[in-house]
DNA sequence: ATGGTTGGTTACCAA
């Protein structure tokens, strides 16, 4: 069973490339941030077509929005307001699991949160800057959420565009980015709360080592991604205790970087056994 | 220190 996240940084624009991801890895799952429309105008016959009927969508105008696009049923659907703000940032599904995974989890369904945790602005200070701030109240709100809604031993899954590189290894110069947002000292605390809220395990991070630079992003200001390689980890699969058992494989899809009008962000993509 | 690019708008904003 294969889960995929991106930020396509626009839908409609490149729903061609969705549909490529589609035909060569043939996900069951793929969430989607950044998908900037409404959903009257979300191009959901060209993913329909290629056999994902099952489709959640919460989108705005102009700015952020998410999406789910399945080949299995929902069992139910959510829309989360964050932040007291509807700004179309955080979507849950629930699936109805294969019978083997069932039975190896004790579980019939999972649920998948897909996140566009806000970007923060420029500077890494709440009191001069509210959209740092607004991201900091964001992941709270989501610590808080997990540790509500779920316990330990429930199957689950949140991921996304976290606009966080945590780790050492997830950016390409940790000591140049102490002060950039993305890598302060004070977002990774944060998001050191909501990792252990219920227990969380860092997919990607648990098949490549710590010390191995991983990156799901590079910037558009770069003339040549490859040759600069500045990059950071800011998209995530964080998976629950039962799921990690039954992880089989993982793939960051960078070659989508260098295509034709490329998102800044690539898939990132988890295999689970089924 | 600064600027570099892109997408959605339709004048700049957000990333």
Redesign the pocket.
Known sequence: MRIVTWNI??V??RAPMVVQLMREESPDVICLQET??LDEFFPHEAFEAEGYAHIHINGM???NGVCILSRLPFEGTDIHSRVGKDDCRHIEVSLRLPSALQTRLGSDTLDIHNLYI????DEPDRKINE?FGHKLDFIDEMTEFFSKKYNKKDAVITLGDF?IAPREHDVWSSKQLQKVVSHTPIELEHLGRMYDSIGWEDAIRHFVPDEEKCYSWWS??NRDFRKSNRGRRLDHIWVTQPLVDNLKGYKILDSYREMT?PSDHVPVMIELQK
């Open positions: 940084n626009s409609r624009l900037k429309t105008k102009s700015y806000p970007a923060g602005g959209k606009n558009y200001r009008k």
